[in-house]
């Protein structure tokens, strides 16, 4: 005979087989039933976040940096609606996120009530898949199927709208088995073949690394690739996690994200090796092209959409970016024989000079000139950050135009050591960083972030307090949103900035902090930074650092 067991339970019991230790939510009325099982369920641990944006972003950041299947659960229409933009979020970077959110009861949701929306219709554009349960019979299987498809490549958010009359119900049901699909597929033989011959016959190929460099953990295959041909490596324009090793030979940083200095960082190649994602994913409109002209792709990936989904690929192969290294390296060494270990030492040789090791140290030197201007100059303030961070800290940035020099001056050594946003939509990474630090719980975490961004999603601060988090937010302070003053001015040539800033009256962010459970305090002086970071980062809990740098817009 089945057990008999209450919807709000089965749910739980299913969010916990399927592999999710954290709840992120923030409750309301119809989400009451679930609230009420977690008593039965101590081992799943509930997130509060103040915001249904914040909810999904933290469970965006706790997956990110963990590689793991997430859920949240937020409260009817207006809730779902509250966390769209961080569900835009998710849904860029492929986050395998179950996203649930509580419905008025059957039948009485026909009266539309308050409170009352259709979920999965609002849900489904930004999601791989919407349902609402009808029958408590086809819970299990929902569940299970959401989370097959949220962790099946492309990875990506899915959504399940529970009615109160169906998590409140008991009935005798089969709660089901888990299923991962193993997608570490590798190419056949002929296909590794020819991508083989393809590279070989370049004689200044490039490499180009995306995303997925992280999702299949190939980090040490990518700079093996580029080392065995010894040519450059970049990282995509949307640089949001390790997507390389930067203390390798080949590693020359990320290509700007402006079609011009994409160009011409690429136009000394002939062939564009492009692994795990869009090469060339750019911003603002320019009537310039990022691609050269003749420049020939060939491209790696399990996500369908990103291969050849702007320009056409010589050769594209759906297929595990680690599995495919693991098998093309050695195929490329047996084929490129001495000749290729000679061409690689040349290439490395060549590359000593400009790569990221070499650019970094002059950066250093450059920036360093600046080590006692006041007010503190942002990029000063970025180094500091770095070089006060333990080897072992996780980095999330959302600095936008305070942080332009973190990828160069922080080294990728770890898939999980740099979080970075994605999509454009700010406001991620103070809550982002709150799930990093619960996915990482021996590991201290640094929240690098502007004051703008900051302001989106401040109330994240109570949350990391509430959990006693080993995590660390660096807010920058220059008064008002200097991205947008700056393109105004480069695009538009008007310096008359309306609405930008943030200064009648100012806003004390260490005061707001302390009023949210952090401890907090303010630097002004730019000979302070080191000493003020060195101590934060190396005690325990949640703290806040306000850091006050110049507000030029240049």
């Given at each position: 005979m089945k057990n008999r067991i209450t919807g709000r339970s089965a749910f739980l019991a299913l969010l916990k087989d399927e592999g999710v230790t954290h709840l992120f939510g923030n409750p309301g009325t119809t989400e009451l039933p679930i609230m009420h099982a977690l008593k039965d369920h101590p081992d799943l641990t509930y997130v509060m976040a103040m915001q249904e944006s914040l909810v999904v972003a933290m469970a965006d950041g706790f997956s990110r940096?963990?590689?793991?299947?997430?859920?949240?659960?937020?409260?009817?229409?207006?809730?779902?609606?509250?966390?769209?933009?961080?569900?835009?979020?998710?849904?860029?970077?492929?986050?395998?996120?179950?996203?649930?959110?509580?419905?008025?009861?059957?039948?009485?949701?026909?009266?539309?009530?308050?409170l009352y929306g259709p979920l999965v219709q609002m849900a489904t554009p930004l999601v791989k898949?919407?349902?609402?349960?009808?029958?408590?019979?086809?819970?299990?299987?929902?569940?299970?199927?959401?989370?097959?498809?949220?962790?099946?490549?492309?990875?990506g958010p899915v959504f399940i709208s529970l009615p109160g009359d169906i998590l409140n119900s008991e009935a005798g049901i089969e709660l089901g088995r888990s299923t991962r699909v193993d997608t570490r597929v590798r190419p056949s033989e002929e296909s590794l073949k020819g991508l083989a011959t393809r590279i070989l016959k370049a004689e200044r190929p490039v490499i180009v690394v995306g995303d997925e460099i992280v999702k299949s953990d190939a980090l040490r295959e990518a700079a093996d690739l580029a080392e065995t041909l010894g040519c450059p490596a970049?990282?995509?324009?949307?640089?949001?996690?390790?997507?390389?090793?930067?203390?390798?030979?080949?590693?020359?940083?990320?290509?700007?994200?402006?079609?011009?200095?994409?160009?011409?960082?690429?136009?000394?190649?002939?062939?564009?090796?492009?692994?795990?994602?869009?090469?060339?994913?750019?911003?603002?409109?320019?009537?310039?092209?990022?691609?050269?002209?003749?420049?020939?792709?060939?491209?790696?990936?399990?996500?369908?959409?990103?291969?050849?989904?702007?320009y056409g690929a010589e050769i594209a192969v759906k297929a595990d970016v680690k599995e495919t290294l693991r098998a093309l390296v050695p195929a490329l060494k047996e084929l490129g024989g001495g000749a290729l270990e000679t061409r690689a030492k040349q290439g490395l040789a060549a590359l000593s000079t400009k790569n990221w090791t070499a650019k970094r140290k002059a950066l250093v030197e450059q920036i360093s000139k600046a080590s006692h201007t006041s007010p503190i100059d942002p990029d000063w303030l970025a180094l500091q950050v770095v070089e006060a961070m333990p080897d072992n800290a996780i980095l999330v940035d959302e600095g936008l135009t305070s942080s332009r020099q973190i990828l160069?001056?922080?080294?990728?050594?770890?898939?999980?050591?740099?979080?970075?946003?994605?999509?454009?939509?700010?406001?991620?990474?103070?809550?982002?960083?709150?799930?990093?630090?619960?996915?990482?719980?021996?590991?201290?975490?640094?929240?690098?972030?502007?004051?703008g961004s900051s302001m989106y999603s401040i109330q994240s601060l109570w949350t990391a307090a509430n959990h006693k988090l080993p995590l660390t937010f660096v807010i920058v302070n220059n008064g008002g949103y200097r991205i947008i003053k700056q393109r105004l001015l480069a695009f538009h040539g008007d310096d008359h900035y309306v609405g930008m800033d943030f200064v009648?009256?100012?806003?004390?962010?260490?005061?707001?902090?302390?009023?949210?459970?952090?401890?907090?305090?303010?630097?002004?002086d730019p000979q302070e930074l080191k000493g003020a970071m060195k101590s934060a980062f190396s005690r325990p809990g949640a703290k806040l650092i306000e850091v006050m740098v110049s507000n030029s817009v240049n």
């Amino acid at each position: 005979m089945k057990n008999r067991i209450t919807g709000r339970s089965a749910f739980l019991a299913l969010l916990k087989d399927e592999g999710v230790t954290h709840l992120f939510g923030n409750p309301g009325t119809t989400e009451l039933p679930i609230m009420h099982a977690l008593k039965d369920h101590p081992d799943l641990t509930y997130v509060m976040a103040m915001q249904e944006s914040l909810v999904v972003a933290m469970a965006d950041g706790f997956s990110r940096a963990s590689g793991k299947l997430v859920a949240c659960n937020v409260h009817v229409a207006p809730g779902l609606g509250n966390a769209m933009g961080s569900l835009y979020n998710a849904s860029f970077t492929g986050t395998p996120l179950i996203l649930t959110a509580g419905q008025q009861e059957q039948g009485h949701g026909l009266t539309e009530p308050v409170l009352y929306g259709p979920l999965v219709q609002m849900a489904t554009p930004l999601v791989k898949w919407a349902v609402e349960v009808t029958r408590l019979e086809d819970l299990p299987r929902i569940v299970r199927r959401a989370a097959k498809i949220a962790t099946t490549p492309p990875t990506g958010p899915v959504f399940i709208s529970l009615p109160g009359d169906i998590l409140n119900s008991e009935a005798g049901i089969e709660l089901g088995r888990s299923t991962r699909v193993d997608t570490r597929v590798r190419p056949s033989e002929e296909s590794l073949k020819g991508l083989a011959t393809r590279i070989l016959k370049a004689e200044r190929p490039v490499i180009v690394v995306g995303d997925e460099i992280v999702k299949s953990d190939a980090l040490r295959e990518a700079a093996d690739l580029a080392e065995t041909l010894g040519c450059p490596a970049w990282q995509s324009p949307t640089p949001y996690g390790s997507h390389f090793l930067s203390e390798s030979p080949s590693f020359m940083g990320a290509i700007a994200r402006l079609q011009k200095v994409a160009r011409d960082a690429l136009a000394p190649h002939d062939l564009l090796i492009a692994l795990g994602g869009d090469p060339l994913r750019m911003s603002v409109y320019s009537e310039i092209d990022p691609l050269p002209d003749g420049l020939s792709i060939v491209q790696v990936g399990l996500v369908d959409s990103d291969l050849a989904k702007n320009y056409g690929a010589e050769i594209a192969v759906k297929a595990d970016v680690k599995e495919t290294l693991r098998a093309l390296v050695p195929a490329l060494k047996e084929l490129g024989g001495g000749a290729l270990e000679t061409r690689a030492k040349q290439g490395l040789a060549a590359l000593s000079t400009k790569n990221w090791t070499a650019k970094r140290k002059a950066l250093v030197e450059q920036i360093s000139k600046a080590s006692h201007t006041s007010p503190i100059d942002p990029d000063w303030l970025a180094l500091q950050v770095v070089e006060a961070m333990p080897d072992n800290a996780i980095l999330v940035d959302e600095g936008l135009t305070s942080s332009r020099q973190i990828l160069a001056l922080r080294a990728h050594r770890d898939r999980y050591g740099y979080h970075a946003l994605a999509s454009g939509g700010i406001g991620w990474g103070l809550p982002a960083a709150v799930g990093v630090s619960l996915a990482n719980p021996q590991r201290p975490v640094v929240c690098y972030s502007g004051d703008g961004s900051s302001m989106y999603s401040i109330q994240s601060l109570w949350t990391a307090a509430n959990h006693k988090l080993p995590l660390t937010f660096v807010i920058v302070n220059n008064g008002g949103y200097r991205i947008i003053k700056q393109r105004l001015l480069a695009f538009h040539g008007d310096d008359h900035y309306v609405g930008m800033d943030f200064v009648d009256p100012p806003v004390d962010f260490t005061g707001v902090a302390r009023s949210l459970g952090l401890e907090a305090i303010k630097v002004t002086d730019p000979q302070e930074l080191k000493g003020a970071m060195k101590s934060a980062f190396s005690r325990p809990g949640a703290k806040l650092i306000e850091v006050m740098v110049s507000n030029s817009v240049n």
